[in-house]
């Protein structure tokens, strides 16, 4: 049986994970199962940190809406539940920018909250 060498489909495999790994340091740039080794890894850090970036981002706005609702004097949960009564349809993110960017915005959910907290 005739030795089978790598044709036409295997150097276009090679040559795909060598582009993806462009830019890596040495011989991970340059050498196929170094190269495919580093492409993987990525590939799967990136897929995990997908995920990852959105809780971030979560704990992220909860620690900024947690410090303006403390200046407005309520906690993070008592701000959120009056909120939810007051029937406030308003996203952790854009809470969190109002709490940076508009505090006389904020601090009317606050007051809004506050009413209903207490009702």
């Known amino acids: 049986?005739?030795?089978?060498?790598?044709g036409f489909k295997t150097r276009r495999r090679r040559n795909r994970v060598l582009k993806e790994a462009e830019g890596y340091w040495?011989?991970?740039?340059?050498?196929?199962?170094?190269?495919?080794?580093?492409?993987?890894?990525?590939?799967?850090?990136?897929?995990?940190?997908?995920?990852?970036?959105k809780r971030d981002?979560?704990?992220?706005?909860?620690?900024?809406?947690n410090a303006a609702a403390r200046?407005?004097?309520?906690?993070y949960g008592k701000l959120?539940?009056?909120?939810?009564k007051?029937?406030?349809?308003?996203?952790?993110?854009v809470l969190a920018e109002l709490a940076i960017q508009d505090q006389a915005a904020f601090n009317k959910l606050a007051e809004a909250a506050r009413?209903?907290?207490a009702a």
């Open 1 to 6: 049986m005739p030795r089978a060498k790598g």
């Open 26 to 53: 040495g011989k991970r740039s340059k050498a196929y199962r170094s190269a495919q080794e580093a492409v993987d890894r990525a590939k799967k850090y990136a897929y995990r940190d997908r995920k990852a970036r």
């Open 57 to 65: 981002f979560r704990r992220l706005w909860i620690v900024r809406i």
């Open 71 to 75: 200046l407005a004097g309520l906690s």
């Open 80 to 84: 959120m539940g009056g909120l939810k």
């Open 86 to 93: 007051a029937g406030v349809a308003i996203d952790r993110k």
């Open 115 to 117: 009413a209903h907290i």
